[in-house]
């Protein structure tokens, strides 16, 4: 039905399909639905004449919301040329540059308007991106495209966790060097980095039942944050002790210790982290 209707309408399709799956809608429920619709393309085209480029989106769209496997594409197989063009479309699609970043994007439907576990999927697909290739203007322009500037916030905390279980200098260094660009550049406000931060701090405690060296790599990032200038003074001297259960001695009466300084800490992350 939303093959014939509006971009919007297409929008809140591809949402509800990716809430259902899972949830509601199995894998293979899924696969067999598009796989339906593939084989009825010489039917719809004749209501939706571009059909077959209508599904290629839909189709690409499900592989960047997870909902349909990567290997749906490149490996389905059918005589039908309609099918063929569709498959080719959402190929195309999914090939382009950090073109899974974009697909949310796809019906030209943004912002804020998208659930937030598909926003997070797409902050942490930014990230990797980033640490993978270490471009700073491709890191804004997808950020810039998200739309959500009430949600930056989440790059922080992401960003962070990524530091804290990587554990080396070279993740935090480019980690610093990308957040500094973006406040630099007035991308992300004072005030969502301090909420990045201050979430991260009060998720510390679970944060090292995974990760047992997040508290030494945290110290030491907010020690890098600082210096690099796009940290205030308020936010370093809010990091938590180390937490009084397991850490803190019980003399010191649970008190916030004073923040590191950079004279103390420096990163040396490699022989601090085993």
């Known amino acids: 039905m939303a093959m014939e209707h509006k971009a919007d309408h297409r929008e809140l399709t591809s949402r509800m399909l990716s809430d259902l799956y899972g949830e509601y809608v199995s894998a293979d429920e899924m696969t067999r639905g598009f796989d339906s619709l593939v084989s009825d393309l010489e039917d719809l085209v004749l209501d939706t004449p571009n059909a077959a480029e209508v599904l290629g989106c839909f189709i690409a769209r499900a592989v960047a919301d997870d909902c349909l496997p990567p290997v749906y594409v490149t490996n389905h197989t059918t005589g039908s040329e309609l099918a063929k063009s569709a498959l080719k479309h959402a190929n195309v699609l999914l090939k382009k540059s950090h073109g899974m970043m974009h697909l949310d994007n796809v019906w030209g439907?943004?912002?804020?308007?998208?659930?937030?576990?598909?926003?997070?999927?797409?902050?942490?697909?930014?990230?990797?991106?980033?640490l993978s290739s270490g471009e700073l203007k491709e890191a804004e322009r997808c950020l810039v495209e998200l739309d959500v500037p009430h949600f930056h916030h989440e790059l922080v905390y992401e960003a962070i966790v990524v530091v804290l279980e990587q554990g080396t200098e070279a993740c935090a260094k480019k980690i610093i060097r990308l957040l500094k660009f973006f406040t630099d550049s007035n991308i992300v406000t004072p005030d969502q980095i301090k909420s990045g931060f201050l979430r991260v701090f009060g998720d510390l405690p679970d944060i090292c039942l995974d990760v047992p060296h997040a508290q030494h790599v945290l110290e030491r990032f907010v020690v890098a944050c600082f210096d690099a200038g796009f940290m205030s003074r308020e936010i370093s001297?809010?990091?938590?002790?180390?937490?009084?259960?397991?850490?803190?001695?019980?003399?010191?009466?649970?008190?916030?210790?004073?923040?590191?300084?950079?004279?103390?800490?420096?990163?040396?992350?490699?022989?601090?982290?085993?």
């Open 237 to 274: 001297t809010a990091i938590p002790s180390r937490g009084r259960k397991r850490f803190v001695s019980e003399g010191d009466g649970g008190a916030l210790k004073p923040p590191p300084t950079a004279d103390s800490v420096t990163w040396r992350l490699s022989s601090s982290v085993s």
């Open 109 to 130: 439907i943004g912002g804020g308007r998208r659930p937030v576990r598909v926003l997070v999927n797409k902050i942490k697909l930014l990230l990797d991106e980033f």
